[in-house]
Structures are given as C-alpha cells and as structure tokens.
C-alpha cells in the first residue's frame, strides 16, 4: 500500500483547506484511515479517524473544523478544514492500518499565517 498526500499550502487565517491522500497498491487492505499532523517542534499527533463502518472520531483541538471522509471509487480520503488558525500549521499525514499493518503518506505542509 502507498499512500500520497496533497493539498497543503501557505493560507490566511480563517480560510478553508481541503487535503487529500490517495492510495494505491493493496487497496483492499486498507480498512481504518486517519489524519495526523506534526506542529512544529512537537511530536506526531492524531487529527482525525475513520473506521470502516464510516464512524469518525477528531481530536478536541480540530473538532467542529474538520471532516474526515473517503471515497471508495477515487481510492482517497479527504480532510476538509475549516476556520484554520495559526497553530494549525503543521505537516498533516494521512495513515492507513489494518490487523497489525500500518502506511503512512510523506505529509504534505499546511502553513497558516495569522
């Protein structure tokens, strides 16, 4: 399984952004999906998740901001963010895993400016 993430860029507080991660490979293989973001100079953290039944859970500091979503036939999963703030600057991957298998995506770079 491979995994691409996009979408990330340099944008002004408040506005909206929309990353993607598609995948490829064993695709089949991919069952629980999830956002996770490093802020500068901190450890990886988890954003947002979602299991195959379609349930989603986000983290408290995203929650109301974020959607998470797939679309099976496009092999990719979205993150949508909205009113973004300045300490949402961080490198967002996407990560898939499945009965003790686990792919991350390279990251892609979300820069706010206030």
């Known amino acids: 399984v491979q995994l691409q993430a996009s979408g990330g860029g340099v944008i002004q507080s408040g506005e909206s952004l929309k990353l993607s991660c598609v995948s490829s490979?064993?695709?089949?293989?991919?069952?629980?999906i999830a956002w996770h973001r490093q802020r500068p100079g901190q450890e990886r953290e988890w954003v947002a998740r979602?299991?195959?039944?379609?349930?989603?859970s986000y983290a408290d500091s995203v929650k109301g901001r974020a959607t998470i979503s797939r679309n099976y036939a496009k092999m990719t999963v979205y993150l949508q963010m909205s009113s973004l703030r300045p300490e949402d600057t961080a490198v967002y991957y996407c990560?898939?895993?499945?009965?003790?298998?686990?792919?991350w995506g390279q990251g892609t770079q979300v820069t706010v400016s206030s």
């Open positions: 979602m299991d195959p039944g379609g349930s989603t």
């Open positions: 990560k898939a895993w499945y009965r003790g298998s686990e792919w």
């Open positions: 490979g064993s695709t089949a293989s991919i069952k629980y």
